[in-house]
């Protein structure tokens, strides 16, 4: 099937005035028995190797993404340097974010470093945020257009392009490398996998979600420009920063101080007399618990560090 924006590789981007162009496309490139077995084969393929290799399964189908585009696709012509599809806004999924952060703590980097590099782009997302409007009705992509990834480098390599999201993975051009931001050359809709990915993404993140906070499954997850993201990381940061300041403040409240835990090397049975025995009443044999707090932490880490011990039993 050729168009005057498609070849037999996929549907160019330079041209293209609707997005539901491309889902027109692989509509018609594939038909709908195999867009459900990809589907399939994708997310089990995703898990096995997931367990194989010992790695997180999001990591799992980057790999099988990547050698489907070796083994179905023409060499691509992008190389490290030709960045011009990285200015522009990416909107991902949670799971892939967390990939994401992950791979920057591995590689050292500071988000702190990235949020100030983005600083343009971020105070637009942030201003937008505060202002109140639904987020559902933002066009986010023209908010940041012509602005580069956060994570976009000096050199115009990418901070953690092992483990890019799906939208920079699917970017891709066959014929030679685009010239400017226009994107003369690339396309999507190169091979099956792309179809499929995002319902995969949807329904692994799904299966992360502890059973309670689960919904019914409708095959998507709500998608935020990266900038978002880290404004999100940014705020969860500041939480961290105040409870440990809270936790170590010498000024804290006594009522927010971990009590005295009671000595329990002494053997029980010579320790003296419970308050029940000195009662006349009979000891319940189950051992002695510390006091609680008289507040309910409101993280793990005050748990960790304010809470005593529950209960220790003899």
């Known amino acids: 099937m050729t168009t ?7 549907i160019y981007l330079y041209g293209m005035t609707d997005p539901e162009d491309l889902r027109r496309y692989i509509q018609q490139k594939y038909a709908e028995a195999e867009i459900q077995y ?22 799992a189908l980057w790999k099988i993404l990547d050698r489907a585009y070796e083994e179905k696709a023409p060499p691509l ?5 030709c960045a011009h599809c990285c200015h522009t806004g990416v909107m991902i999924t ?28 971020m105070h637009k997302v942030e201003k937008t945020l505060e202002s109140g409007v639904d987020p559902d009705k933002v066009d986010w992509y023209t908010m940041v257009i012509n602005q580069p990834c956060p994570f976009l480098e000096e050199d115009q390599s990418c901070a953690v392009h092992e483990n890019r999201p799906l939208d920079c993975r699917t970017m891709v051009a066959f014929r030679e490398v685009c010239d400017s931001k226009k994107l003369e ?10 179809a499929v990915a995002p319902t995969v993404i949807a329904r692994l993140q799904y299966e992360q979600t502890p059973k309670f906070k689960r919904r019914k499954f409708t095959g998507s997850q709500k998608l935020r420009l990266i900038q978002h993201w880290l404004l999100v990381w940014r705020q969860k940061q500041k939480k961290k920063e105040k409870v440990i300041a ?8 006594p009522h927010h101080a971990p009590r005295r835990h009671t000595d329990f ?16 009443g009979r000891s319940g044999g189950r051992g002695r618990t510390c006091g609680r707090l008289r507040h ?7 748990r960790l560090s304010c809470a005593p011990a529950a209960r220790l039993r003899t």
């Open 4 to 10: 005057q924006f498609a070849d037999h590789n996929g």
């Open 38 to 59: 990809a589907y399939e084969h994708l997310l089990e393929g995703a898990k096995a190797l997931a367990k194989q290799e010992k790695i997180p399964p999001i990591q």
């Open 77 to 81: 012509t992008c190389q490290k340097g």
């Open 94 to 121: 949670e799971l892939e974010w967390e990939e994401m952060v992950n791979a920057a703590r591995r590689k050292g980097i500071d988000l702190n470093d990235i949020i100030e590099r983005a600083g343009k782009s």
């Open 185 to 194: 050359h690339a396309q999507r809709g190169a091979v099956i996998e792309e």
């Open 246 to 253: 809270d936790c170590a403040s010498p000024n804290r409240s």
């Open 265 to 280: 090397t002494q053997d029980h049975r010579t320790a003296g007399p419970s308050r029940r025995e000195s009662r006349g």
């Open 296 to 302: 309910r932490p409101g993280s793990l880490l005050r």
